[in-house]
């Protein structure tokens, strides 16, 4: 089958999160099932459209409003992500570094939105299904059912799959004139909290919805940021799948990004080296534990906790463990996080921004990962982790309930059900116990690194869905 991926992200093309990865990832197995796979995002400024060669194949005006802005859809030319990329250039809106964060991010998203259409429906054939992601595709489903120009696309399955319900792309009614031609009868399908609501608008009108983990479909009927009552009225059409790794990027035995490559087989020599080279570079002690932190500085990953349980944890355990904090987000979590540098010197230290190289090497030079998270989709984090044979110390919420289970139960991980400072406290209290004891420690290393979270099962789940909804038509 032909299947469209929508996105605003695309490692590594452009990436700020686990939405990346997963476009990144997921259409690749999917092409190696023998489907025909093409994702599309927007033409950002960024270093991979700098490096790679990409040829027009489409070109046109995006409508807005009263605006018109010409546009081009370039096709990387070499598939060299393992399927076809399409990039849509709006010089005028995505010419920029960023990929989120700007005052028109509405104006941006949308006019992506109807450049992709426009194109698809000027092509000499219609896909089989189109995959959206979040809400920032959200409209799409809408304007092929009820928008007169795509009226083509009106029996083309569209799916929506959900990253994260906390963002939802709301914007006024006092642009719904930007909204290509359509039956104003239908208006009402727009509207949620008397605005317009984009992830709204898709889980009514797509034809299926998927959430990244079957425990995070549960979560969203009673806590979804004000949709809930619309989650429990499609939930016949809905299902939590759970995402993979790629675990051709992240294989411990081949990353180059590392300082040793090692397998489950020799991990312990291997992990230490990295470890080592880690300490060294941030001032650390190699012989004891060492904790980390790798993810955005926001309350709903629980960055809010990090300085005081870093501080708690350190005083409690003097000069006995180590602390790294890899991430960017909140400035104020980033000042407390930083003001701990000179009471703490030697036993911990932080790397404000993101280096995706440093990531590798933290996951494989770290004892422990914490992720304290409030709300956690699915989580990549923990599978990275385990995969590379650090332990997981996790909040029991979302995907993380889904993929990691104590150590007192037999499992891969440590679990705790509060987002609180004393319940992060406790926890690494249980690691550094834990650590003390290697042969323990050891089996449960082997329990993770063992673990099957590769996209050949996730890719199946999907395909049975499209399945499903194509055979509705």
């Known amino acids: 089958m032909e299947i469209f991926h929508i996105s605003a992200e695309c490692y590594p093309v452009a990436k700020v999160g686990g939405l990346a990865d997963v476009v990144g990832a997921l259409p690749k197995y999917q092409n190696n099932a023998g489907h025909q796979v093409r994702v599309v995002i927007p033409c950002y400024d960024t270093k991979f459209k700098k490096e790679n060669d990409f040829e027009c194949v489409h070109w046109g005006h995006v409508k807005l409003g009263n605006f018109n802005f010409p ?49 698809i429906i000027g092509r000499n054939e219609v896909p089989d299904v189109i995959n959206c992601h979040d809400h920032h595709t959200g409209l799409i489903p809408f304007m092929m059912l009820y928008c007169h120009k795509y009226e083509k696309l009106q029996n083309i399955p569209s799916m929506i799959t959900i990253h994260n319900g906390l963002y939802q792309g709301q914007f006024g009614f ?39 983990s079957p425990n995070y479909l549960n979560e969203i009927n009673y806590s979804a940021n004000g949709l809930e009552m619309l989650f429990n009225l499609v939930r016949y059409k809905s299902r939590g799948i759970l995402n993979g790794i790629d675990i051709e990027v992240w294989d411990p035995s081949k990353d180059a990004m590392l300082e040793k490559n090692y397998s489950i087989k020799n991990f312990e020599k291997g992990k230490q080296e990295n470890k080592e080279k880690l300490c060294k570079l941030f001032n650390l002690d190699p012989t004891k534990p060492l904790f980390s932190f790798i993810g955005r500085l926001l309350e709903e990953k629980g960055g809010d906790l990090l300085p005081h ?51 590798h090497l933290i996951y494989a030079g770290s004892d422990f990962l914490l992720m304290p998270s409030r709300v956690e989709p699915c989580g990549l984090n923990q599978m990275y982790s385990l995969r590379y044979g650090t332990i997981p110390i996790v909040r029991r919420t979302g995907g993380l309930r889904d993929t990691v289970i104590d150590f007192g139960d037999d499992g891969n991980g440590i679990c705790h059900d509060q987002a609180t400072v004393g319940d992060v406290c406790y926890s690494i209290q249980r690691a550094v116990n834990l650590y003390d004891d290697k042969k323990h420690l050891n089996k449960i290393i082997k329990k993770g690194m063992s673990t099957d979270h590769s996209w050949e099962r996730v890719c199946l789940e999907y395909i049975e869905m499209y399945n499903l909804i194509i055979n509705k038509k």
Request: charged letters at 20%.
């Open 174 to 212: 006092d642009k719904l004139y930007y909204l290509p031609e359509f039956d104003l009868a239908h208006v009402k399908v727009l509207e949620w909290d008397n605005c317009i609501n984009s992830l709204a608008v898709a889980i009514k009108c797509a034809w299926a919805v998927t959430t990244v």
């Open 71 to 119: 546009f081009s859809v370039l096709k990387e030319k070499t598939n060299k992500l393992g399927f076809e990329l399409y990039l849509v250039e709006i010089q005028e809106l995505f010419d920029r570094k960023d990929v989120y964060g700007y005052q028109d991010d509405i104006e941006r998203f949308l006019s992506f939105q109807i450049a992709t259409l426009d194109w």
């Open 309 to 359: 349980a870093a501080a708690l944890a350190l005083s409690e355990n003097f000069q006995q463990i180590n602390i790294l904090i890899l991430g960017s987000g909140n400035t104020a979590i980033e000042n407390q996080l930083n003001g701990l540098l000179a009471d703490y010197k030697g036993n911990y230290n932080t790397f404000i921004g993101y280096n995706e190289e440093l990531a």
